[in-house]
């Protein structure tokens, strides 16, 4: 596709209700990131995919978080038993081959509320 | 964890005025990105800097990677109504997990015709 695009763009849930965000990467694109924006901060780095690679975690702030990416290309990111804190902006980038200094695109995020 | 600071939060200026915001950091970097942010869309890249000292402009953008690595300040000169949205700066460590990408908390930028 011509750029990263991520459904659903709005997602209004109840508390304690699981939710799967997607991110269509970049065609060609073997690095997959996702990050978390909350409401006037910055982003926050979640997790990253790398071809085949086992992803990197580390960002992700609980067990209750989890990221698959299927034949390295769309992802899906799940939160379980969604919390009124998990209320933010999700946004995927991806980028070539997840070098230093390789422009990372982003999509236009989902745009999650917790109830 | 790295932290970025970013300051000021927000800037209110009038059609014509130069901008200037900076980003502080207390770990070396060996990347430093600027994006910008419009309601309802993810960041777009405007600047990379590569080398420390190294001074880049892209149109009336020009930023600046520091010296210790540990800073960077973005310019905008003769600022226009489309300048207005969310400025972040970004941090990149080259590392074996892609590289990702530390953000300061945004500047929002006004500007008023």
């Known amino acids: 596709g011509a750029g990263v695009s991520q459904s659903p763009s709005n997602k209004v849930t109840e508390k304690g209700k699981d939710v799967e965000l997607r991110c269509d990467p970049i065609?060609?694109?073997?690095?997959l990131y996702w990050y978390r924006q909350s409401l006037g901060q910055g982003l926050e780095f979640l997790i990253y995919?790398?071809?085949?690679?086992?992803?990197?975690k580390s960002g992700l702030p609980s067990d209750r978080f989890s990221a698959e990416r299927t034949g390295g290309s769309v992802s899906t990111l799940t939160i379980q038993r969604t919390q009124q804190e998990d209320s933010a902006v999700y946004l995927c980038?991806?980028?070539?081959?997840?070098?230093?200094?390789?422009?990372?695109?982003f999509g236009p995020g989902t745009r999650l509320l917790v109830l | 964890g790295q932290q970025l600071n970013q300051s000021p939060q927000s800037m209110f200026i009038q059609e014509g005025e130069d901008v200037s915001m900076n980003c502080t950091s207390s770990?070396?970097?060996?990347?430093w990105l600027w994006y910008k942010q419009e309601p309802g869309e993810g960041p777009v890249l405007l600047i990379a800097?590569?080398?420390?000292?190294e001074l880049t402009s892209n149109g009336r953008l020009t930023a600046q990677f520091g010296i210790t690595r540990k800073d960077s300040f973005l310019n905008i000169s003769a600022s226009i109504p489309s300048d207005v949205g969310i400025y972040f700066c970004a941090g990149q460590v080259e590392e074996t997990s892609g590289s990702r990408l530390t953000f300061g908390e945004g500047t929002q930028l006004t500007v008023n015709p």
């Open positions: 770990s070396i970097f060996n990347t």
């Open positions: 800097l590569y080398k420390a000292g």
């Open positions: 995919f790398q071809g085949n690679s086992a992803p990197d």
């Open positions: 980038a991806s980028s070539l081959y997840g070098g230093r200094g390789e422009t990372q695109y």
């Open positions: 065609s060609g694109h073997t690095a």
